[in-house]
């Protein structure tokens, strides 16, 4: 597929800001490209290999986006020697691109810190975002969600969880019972007793830790992605997908009318899913938190007494959300509110 080398009814002259996709082992969603078009006027697509497969259904909104200029597709013909190929691709966003235009790279090819050298070796402004193949990143990626690094940095709780990870991916032993991994995490971060309890509680609700009564298991996967975060950077150096990619890209800034108030609650952004609270659990945080010291510690005890006051709910179901989005904890042993509970 190919496209003519200006988008219609446009100048060669882009806008200051660009994206450059490698579909080579990296082919995007429709979904994934809706979001990039919508922040950037224009996407540039190669694929060294001179084909790519992409869903039926999804066929007309993206000729339509070819068609519309939004989306181009640069020419890549077959060479044996990856810079040449490379060569071409430069040489047609010379003619594209506005001296000052700055263009985010995204691919998983292994040569793409070669084309990011030959960008800037002809004055093109440019980052390189390098993601893994899709199969690669498939098999790697943590089957649980992850935190934001933003989240992390701003959540005391959650970088204790972070040092204690970093410490256990190193040893050679680690807790399997319950009582094991509440005194190794008091001894690591040193920890009181309680505190130490609370945060065994986040180890198995952020799925790090996976619990069968009073044993636990390390998820080795979730524990090792843990350990890799670098707080200290202010993006990853390699994304896992697609998506990943696009939250690391230097989105075009709003306007001051559009943009958010400096000052915000900073218990907001902990988890994503607490701005989804239903109506009833909603109204379960506030029941508990006019409790206050005379919350259950039972989980049945806890479990009887929201059947009191929400007859008509699923209380299994209720549960299940409230441990899920982390306003509660269970250790196996008894519940631990978190302080995310507390409303102003």
């Given at each position: 597929?190919?496209?003519n080398?200006?988008?219609?009814?446009?100048?060669?002259?882009?806008?200051?800001?660009?994206v450059?996709?490698?579909?080579?082992?990296?082919?995007?969603?429709?979904?994934?490209?809706?979001?990039?078009?919508e922040?950037?006027?224009?996407?540039?697509?190669?694929?060294?290999?001179?084909?790519?497969?992409?869903?039926?259904?999804?066929?007309?909104?993206?000729?339509?986006?070819?068609?519309?200029?939004?989306i181009?597709?640069?020419d890549?013909?077959?060479?044996?020697?990856?810079?040449?190929e490379?060569?071409?691709?430069?040489?047609?966003?010379?003619?594209?691109?506005?001296?000052?235009?700055?263009?985010?790279?995204i691919?998983a090819?292994?040569?793409?810190?070669?084309?990011?050298?030959m960008?800037?070796?002809?004055?093109?402004?440019?980052?390189?975002?390098?993601?893994?193949?899709?199969?690669?990143?498939?098999?790697?990626?943590?089957?649980?969600?992850?935190?934001?690094?933003?989240?992390?940095?701003?959540?005391?709780?959650?970088?204790?969880?972070?040092?204690?990870?970093?410490?256990?991916?190193?040893?050679?032993?680690?807790?399997?019972?319950?009582?094991?991994?509440?005194?190794?995490?008091?001894?690591?971060?040193?920890?009181?007793?309680?505190?130490?309890?609370?945060?065994?509680?986040?180890?198995?609700?952020?799925?790090?830790?996976?619990?069968?009564?009073?044993?636990?298991?390390?998820?080795?996967?979730?524990?090792?992605?843990?350990?890799?975060?670098?707080?200290?950077?202010?993006?990853?150096?390699?994304?896992?997908?697609?998506q990943?990619?696009?939250?690391?890209l230097?989105?075009?800034?709003?306007?001051?009318?559009?943009?958010?108030?400096?000052?915000?609650?900073?218990?907001?952004?902990?988890?994503?899913?607490?701005?989804?609270?239903?109506?009833?659990?909603?109204?379960?945080?506030k029941?508990?938190?006019?409790?206050k010291?005379?919350?259950?510690?039972?989980?049945?005890?806890?479990?009887?007494?929201?059947?009191?006051?929400?007859?008509?709910?699923?209380?299994?179901?209720?549960?299940?959300?409230?441990?899920?989005?982390?306003?509660?904890?269970?250790?196996?042993?008894?519940?631990?509110?978190?302080?995310?509970?507390?409303?102003?």
């Amino acid at each position: 597929m190919h496209s003519n080398r200006y988008p219609p009814n446009s100048s060669p002259f882009m806008t200051a800001k660009a994206v450059l996709l490698d579909l080579e082992n990296n082919m995007p969603t429709a979904q994934l490209l809706r979001d990039v078009t919508e922040h950037y006027p224009v996407l540039y697509l190669f694929n060294c290999q001179g084909k790519f497969e992409y869903a039926l259904e999804d066929l007309t909104e993206f000729s339509s986006w070819i068609s519309s200029g939004q989306i181009v597709i640069l020419d890549t013909p077959e060479a044996p020697q990856k810079e040449f190929e490379y060569a071409v691709v430069v040489g047609q966003l010379m003619a594209l691109l506005d001296a000052d235009t700055h263009v985010e790279v995204i691919s998983a090819a292994a040569g793409s810190k070669m084309l990011l050298e030959m960008m800037q070796g002809s004055n093109i402004s440019c980052s390189l975002i390098q993601i893994q193949p899709e199969q690669q990143a498939a098999s790697e990626r943590p089957k649980y969600k992850i935190p934001s690094l933003h989240t992390i940095k701003a959540t005391p709780h959650l970088q204790m969880v972070k040092k204690y990870c970093d410490a256990m991916v190193q040893a050679a032993g680690k807790p399997n019972t319950l009582e094991s991994l509440k005194n190794s995490v008091a001894n690591i971060l040193q920890l009181l007793p309680e505190n130490a309890q609370q945060v065994v509680g986040m180890l198995i609700n952020l799925k790090i830790v996976k619990r069968d009564d009073a044993h636990v298991n390390f998820r080795k996967k979730v524990l090792k992605h843990w350990a890799q975060l670098n707080l200290d950077a202010d993006a990853a150096p390699l994304q896992h997908n697609m998506q990943d990619a696009f939250a690391q890209l230097n989105l075009p800034q709003r306007s001051a009318d559009e943009a958010e108030p400096a000052v915000q609650n900073p218990q907001q952004n902990l988890y994503a899913n607490f701005q989804k609270v239903d109506p009833v659990q909603l109204e379960v945080i506030k029941k508990l938190h006019e409790l206050k010291q005379e919350k259950p510690k039972d989980i049945y005890a806890l479990r009887d007494l929201l059947e009191q006051l929400f007859p008509k709910s699923d209380i299994r179901l209720l549960l299940k959300e409230l441990i899920d989005k982390g306003y509660i904890y269970w250790n196996g042993h008894e519940v631990l509110y978190s302080h995310e509970m507390f409303l102003n």
